[in-house]
């Protein structure tokens, strides 16, 4: 069973239509591994017919999203010929369109981009804290706008998405006195991490809340005061440490804190 697979990207574009569509198709097969090749601003045949022939050495699965008509169907019609999978992003659309209006489409690549570069970088954002949600990947804090470090439950995951939908891109880490700290930390500019810190009380009532989600209504380390404060102390000594900017979150909200980290920002 192939476990392995490539993926083109070609757009006449940025390519990031085709590659968001190709990347929510390949998260539902998280057993196989996709190697993803992008393929920007592809606008003559010369070079297409030089991509098409790699796809076709490395039996690639096609996602384009090209908006000259010639150029699109040069890919459907290779891919047919070289029995591999494709898929047209674009001109699918705007024939449906085309044919409601009555009307020929304006066939002027980049529209959409030069629009909603905005959006497009927004998009990208919240992929990337999404994937770097809890500390996973750490290589990637070096690739985050912000690092946010808290010990549980002091907010950093909601933290995290607010910022990412304001275009930041967000890696998040737990910490505590029992959690082994990436070294990837310690390569990450210092005016990039923010430390989140809470009280003993609020962060007690916190997290005995959540464990009766879960069932547990006695008391257990995970909900001690005494708990809570060694890993309180830890981080804020982690903090001074590092040399970042500390947050009490205590009585803000997330939007609060996050006006306060964008601020620091500047």
Request: proline share 4%; net charge neutral.
């Amino acid at each position: 069973m192939e476990t392995n697979y490539n993926i083109f990207i070609i757009s006449d574009s940025s390519g990031q239509t085709g590659t968001n569509i190709a990347k929510t198709a390949i998260a539902q097969f998280p057993n196989a591994h996709a190697h993803l090749k992008q393929y920007p601003f592809i606008r003559t045949k010369s070079i297409l017919t030089g991509i098409l022939k790699l796809a076709s050495e490395q039996q690639a699965i096609i996602f384009h999203t090209l908006v000259d008509p010639e150029l699109s169907e040069m890919v459907t019609q290779f891919a047919q010929d070289q029995q591999l999978e494709s898929f047209d992003g674009i001109q699918t659309p705007i024939k449906l369109i085309s044919h409601r209006l009555q009307r020929s489409s304006a066939e002027v690549p980049g529209l959409v981009h030069n629009l909603n570069a905005a959006y497009f970088k927004r998009i990208d954002a919240i992929e990337f804290t999404v994937a770097n949600d809890d500390g996973r990947n750490p290589d990637n804090l070096l690739h985050a706008d912000i690092v946010i470090l808290g010990v549980s439950r002091t907010s950093k995951t909601p933290l995290s998405l607010y910022l990412a939908n304001q275009s930041f891109r967000v890696a998040n880490l737990p910490i505590g006195p029992e959690l082994k700290l990436p070294e990837q930390i310690w390569k990450v500019q210092p005016n990039r991490i923010f430390g989140l810190t809470n009280s003993i009380a609020s962060l007690q009532k916190i997290r005995k809340e959540r464990l009766k989600e879960y069932g547990i209504e006695n008391d257990t380390k995970y909900s001690s005061a005494q708990s809570i404060k060694q890993e309180l102390e830890y981080a804020q000594l982690l903090y001074q440490k590092i040399g970042c900017f500390c947050i009490n979150v205590a009585d803000k909200s997330i939007e609060e804190t996050a006006t306060i980290i964008t601020e620091k920002l500047d």
